[in-house]
């Protein structure tokens, strides 16, 4: 008796390992496509094991050939993503706000939210000027770099907004201080935005704002982003009014009152 137990016990250790090494794999071909050799040594695992859970990934559309390349993500995971984009409350919400902003800036508009210490987005829209902002659905930034990452943590307290400064204060491009962070931040917290002024990626501008929820708890934060040459620092605090507006209007569909 003691043995089956042990046996099952075993079988169902084996089948969580073997799961998980396959969503190392999935994730592994996120950031572009990636051959055999290649994903046995972004996950550490062995060559034929790799070789055995791409076969299974293929056969179910997560991976697919690409070309010569290797193999990137396959049409099942496309599929997936969508289905999740659209039974995201916060996110079918916020699209037609986001859309129609983008419509009247022109600009790339994107809808992120916290998880864990980054930021992740959640919806973007792109720019209809001949510019390319390279965040995606699903990918993540830095909190302390952003201007969605500063619209999240505006009711963080100074001592959280110290401890992120001394955690990440190396990914920001431009230098500052501490207490030229906190002065920024209260600004910020006070005006009820935040900017990126290329502490992210240099030539990138953003004008962000804080979505809040029923509770007036910031659950999410939207942004209007461009480069230097359309993102003056003008046309910044022109934004700004035109951001927070979206921002409240969603809120407000989020069941927060005035």
């Not at 550490?44 to 390349?69: E, F, N």
């Not at 599929?79 to 009247?104: K, V, Y």
């Not at 987005?121 to 990452?149: C, F, H, M, N």
């Not at 201080?177 to 030539?203: I, K, N």
Request: aromatic share 6%.
């Amino acid at each position: 008796m003691t043995n089956s137990i042990d046996k099952e016990n075993t079988k169902k250790a084996l089948t969580s390992q073997t799961l998980v090494r396959g969503l190392d794999v999935v994730e592994a071909v996120a950031d572009g496509p990636l051959s055999i050799s290649g994903i046995a040594q972004k996950t550490g695992i062995t060559y034929g094991t790799a070789h055995r859970i791409v076969s299974v990934l293929l056969q179910r559309h997560y991976l697919k050939p690409d070309g010569g390349k290797g193999y990137s993500l396959g049409r099942k995971v496309l599929e997936l993503g969508f289905m999740a984009f659209h039974q995201t409350g916060l996110t079918r919400i916020s699209h037609p706000f986001l859309d129609q902003l983008a419509r009247d800036t022109l600009d790339t508009v994107h809808l992120a939210r916290i998880e864990g210490d980054s930021v992740i987005y959640l919806d973007k829209i792109s720019s209809q000027r001949s510019v390319e902002i390279s965040s995606r659905i699903g990918g993540r930034k830095p909190l302390i770099s952003t201007g969605v990452g500063k619209a999240l943590i505006l009711d963080w307290s100074e001592k959280e907004w110290a401890e992120l400064y001394h955690r990440d204060a190396s990914l920001l491009r431009e230098k500052i201080t501490l207490a030229q962070w906190l002065t920024l931040l209260r600004g910020y917290a006070q005006g009820g935005y935040s900017f990126d002024l290329g502490e992210d990626v240099h030539a990138i501008r953003c004008v962000a704002a804080p979505v809040r929820d029923g509770s007036r708890k910031i659950v999410a934060a939207i942004s209007v982003s461009s480069t230097l040459e359309y993102m003056g620092a003008e046309r910044m605090h022109a934004l700004i009014p035109v951001v927070k507006d979206v921002a409240a209007q969603i809120s407000a569909e989020l069941g927060m009152r005035a």
